[in-house]
């Protein structure tokens, strides 16, 4: 939503309010995105301390601002990712190429070059560089007081060492939650058997359990109800007798941790010194538990939506009917390249200028144009693109067409992304009672065999006392 600063206090602020404020001309508008405005005199509203709270995601980040009681504001920050890594794969190729051209033949030096200890690939910096600025972007705008950050998929720390947190891990809901999520992921949501997507999925004993099967993760997989009940309480030999490879295949996955995607664990983690470093309180939470709490307020999953139910902060309700998440997109801040070149290397076009600016413009910036005449006669808001002729490219949401400079004012400077508006919110206010331990069926709470599991993981201010022990102990890799 709307909010309001004098200089350091912000409060949220509903849009209609807003909008009565700006029109009675005791506020102004302050920055565009994410829209801000700004009390003429001081105003005598009681200050609210905010949460930030971020789900950070490989493609893209869901981020919301809550207060003790609903959502103030929500945007999904889109990462530009893979896009680096082929543009620095360009770079690279084209700088061998010159190479060998340009320079006498030198033979590969060897091992001479060294990377900090804590280095991440650009791409993946990209995403947390992102990310830390717009916390930092949020906290000058509004009295943010704490962060909230999802680290980790599936909280397996939690899973296995119950006291650290209370008992809704030990024999809540919650718990159940972190088992399914796990073997979501770890199968691909597929029925192990036939391999469909279809309907719901259940958790089945692979050896069963009246021939002696155990309660440990490594002996369940995810069944479609209907492979389920015809395998009943067959051994699995038996069961899948005529697909001797899906057997094997099945025996070797169970016991194998998590497929690990260390890139997005490093990413995570890195964030999490990072935000660290802003100097606020960070609380991390772990993905079942966002999904726990996003169901138990009944809200349709988005990145945003996620972001609000990260951690244990999570507020009991929600208010957010009308309101349309703020879509950002990370653009870029421009090209350090001073030739464009074709496919081949050779340079195509004149060399890079060395200003930014063309007539008080830069590319990025948007943009309200109002145009008297010709084709595209009336107002046009979006994204330019400068030429040195003073001829823009615009990109509204519907057209792109050049346009001359002298029609065009500032809406917002450009700082690296654009900006979107997403779909409408639908959601109903829906407020609940805050998580009780409530008992759930006993035969899930043994799942694990605690003495015999043990995780690689160091989370902060706990001590792993217990060692795998016998062979079949699932090590569980953290996202
Ligand atoms: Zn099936």
């Known amino acids: ?114 990377r900090p200890s804590c280095w991440l690939a650009p791409s993946l910096m990209s995403r947390v560089f992102n990310i830390e600025s717009w916390v930092k972007k949020l906290c000058r705008l509004a009295p943010i007081t704490a962060i909230s950050q999802e680290l980790v998929r599936f909280d397996t720390q939690k899973m296995i060492d119950p006291e650290i947190n209370g008992t809704e891990y030990q024999r809540g809901e919650l718990f159940g939650y972190e088992v399914r999520e796990y073997l979501l992921e770890k199968f691909n949501r597929t029925c192990v058997y036939c391999g469909t997507k279809q309907g719901p999925t259940h958790l089945d004993h692979f050896h069963p359990k009246s021939k002696g099967g155990s309660d440990r993760v490594s002996n369940l997989v995810l069944s479609c109800v209907k492979c389920n009940q015809k395998k009943d309480n067959q051994l699995p030999a038996d069961f899948l007798s005529d697909r001797p490879k899906l057997l094997a295949r099945l025996e070797k996955q169970r016991k194998q941790p998590l497929a690990d995607t260390a890139a997005v664990n490093a990413t995570r983690w890195k964030l999490k010194e990072v935000l660290e470093a802003t100097g606020l309180p960070v609380e991390v939470g772990s993905g079942g538990l966002t999904k726990f709490n996003r169901r138990r307020l009944g809200v349709t999953k988005s990145h945003w939506s996620d972001a609000a139910c990260v951690g244990k902060s999570t507020p009991n309700s929600l208010n957010i009917k009308g309101y349309q998440p703020l879509l950002i997109k990370a653009m870029g801040r421009g090209s350090r390249q001073m030739v464009n070149s074709d496919k081949y290397g050779f340079p195509r076009g004149a060399p890079k200028s060395k200003h930014k600016f063309v007539c008080g413009f830069q590319t990025g910036d948007i943009v309200k144009a109002i145009v008297p005449q010709g084709k595209y006669t009336g107002t046009h808001t979006g994204r330019i693109a400068v030429r040195y002729t003073g001829s823009f490219k615009l990109k509204t949401k519907t057209q792109s067409f050049s346009i001359n400079h002298k029609y065009c004012r500032y809406i917002h400077k450009s700082d690296g992304f654009s900006y979107g508006f997403g779909e409408l919110v639908n959601q109903k206010v829906k407020v609940v009672k805050p998580v009780i331990n409530q008992l759930i069926n006993p035969t899930q709470l043994n799942l694990f065999d605690t003495a015999e599991f043990s995780t690689q993981t160091t989370q902060t201010k706990t001590k792993r006392t217990r060692k795998a022990k016998g062979t079949e102990g699932e090590q569980l890799t953290l996202f």
């Open 1 to 114: 939503m709307y909010w309001i600063q004098i200089r350091n206090p912000a409060i949220g602020v509903h849009p209609a309010r807003a909008r009565k404020l700006l029109t009675e001309g005791k506020a102004a508008v302050f920055r565009r995105y994410p829209f801000t405005i700004i009390f003429k005199s001081k105003s005598k509203d009681e200050i609210k301390e905010l949460r930030c709270k971020i789900d950070p995601g490989a493609k893209t980040t869901g981020l919301a601002i809550v207060s003790e009681t609903n959502i103030v504001w929500c945007a999904e920050l889109e990462h530009r990712g893979f896009q680096i890594r082929e543009k620095l794969n360009d770079r690279r190729t084209l700088r061998r190429s010159r190479r060998n051209r340009k320079t006498r033949y030198r033979k590969p030096r060897f091992l001479n070059r060294k």
